[in-house]
Every structure is written in structure tokens, then in C-alpha cells.
């Protein structure tokens, strides 16, 4: 089982790890106005899997601004941030905090995405909820970039995750 650190205490992640190379699983999140939104799969663009987990965090926050504004330079990219939040709190940050070139998906109905990309907090005070991660899929659907982030309190590596993208 994966593990990751919540405050440098070790917390296990379940559910179906994926890896670099694999082909991204293609599961449906909820979108702030109650919509699917697909991840995963063959999109024909590039697309940027950002996982927290919730918006309504100083940390998760400050990662969806910065993914937002990077989002806005990027040609045939996607950026989608998955959490477990409702769908309406995650629709009430992006309009508080001028989110507008990005999606948000909440996984609350099934954990489906949690499940599938293995990043389901199984124990811990979070557990439940996803930790923070990154995954960067190619326009053929293949997982091109992983970031299983070792401290859910920190921000993740930015320049690593948009350097993979040239």
C-alpha cells in the first residue's frame, strides 16, 4: 500500500495505483454545476490532473490559484482539480477567487477517481478525503507524469510538473 505524511505522521493511500506509462483510467467527476466532467483516457490534448484534499484549505487553495494561472499560458491542455468537496463549495471558491481557466470535479458520489488513480486517504484524520498529487495524461491517454505528494501540508513541486509538459 502507498503511503504518504499528514503532518509527518505516515497515512496509507488505497485504492488502484497507477503509474507513469500506464494508460489513465478514464472516470467522471462532478463538476460545480452538477455535470460530468471526464478525466483520463484519450483526450486529443494534454491533460493535468490536480488532486487535493479540499479547496477549502490554505494549502489546496494556493494550488489551484497557481494551476489556474498557469493554465491560462497553456496550448492543448486541460487542468481539472479533483477533491472531495461538494460540488457547490468547490463552484462558490472558483467564483470567490476568480478561478476561470480551470475545472473543478469533486469525487464525492463514488470515489471513483480516488479508487481508480489509488490516492483515497484510508487512514488518519483525513481519511476519506484524497491526498494531494499530480498527474499529467498525453493526448493518447497514457500517464506521462506522477506526483504522489510525501506531505499533504505542502505545496507540491511545481516547476517539476510543468517541466514535464515540454
Known amino acids: 500500500m502507498a503511503t504518504t505524511n499528514l503532518k509527518g505522521n505516515l497515512v496509507n493511500i488505497a485504492g488502484n495505483e497507477v503509474n507513469v506509462g500506464d494508460l489513465a483510467p478514464i472516470v467522471n467527476v ?7 466532467i471526464q ?11 490536480v488532486v487535493v484534499p479540499s479547496l477549502d484549505t490554505a494549502v489546496c487553495a494556493a494550488e489551484t ?12 491542455a486541460s487542468v481539472t482539480v479533483v477533491s472531495m468537496d461538494l460540488p457547490f ?7 470567490t477567487e476568480g478561478i476561470e481557466n480551470l475545472k473543478v470535479g469533486s469525487d464525492f458520489r463514488g470515489k471513483d ?9 484510508a487512514d488518519g484524520p483525513l481519511a476519506g478525503l484524497t491526498c494531494r498529487a499530480i498527474f499529467i495524461v498525453d493526448a493518447n491517454g497514457k500517464i ?11 505545496e507540491p ?9 515540454k
Do not use: H, P, W
Open 113 to 121: 477517481f480516488a479508487n481508480a488513480y489509488g490516492v483515497l486517504l
Open 30 to 36: 462532478v463538476s460545480n454545476d452538477l455535470s460530468d
Open 157 to 165: 513541486n511545481y516547476d517539476a510538473a510543468l517541466a514535464s509538459l
Open 39 to 49: 478525466v483520463g483516457g484519450e483526450q486529443g490534448k494534454t491533460q493535468i490532473i
Open 89 to 95: 463549495a468547490m463552484g462558490r471558491f472558483c467564483t
Open 65 to 76: 490559484r497557481r494551476f489556474n494561472e498557469e493554465a491560462a499560458k497553456l496550448e492543448n
Open 144 to 154: 506521462s507524469y506522477k506526483d504522489i505528494c510525501s506531505e499533504i501540508t505542502e
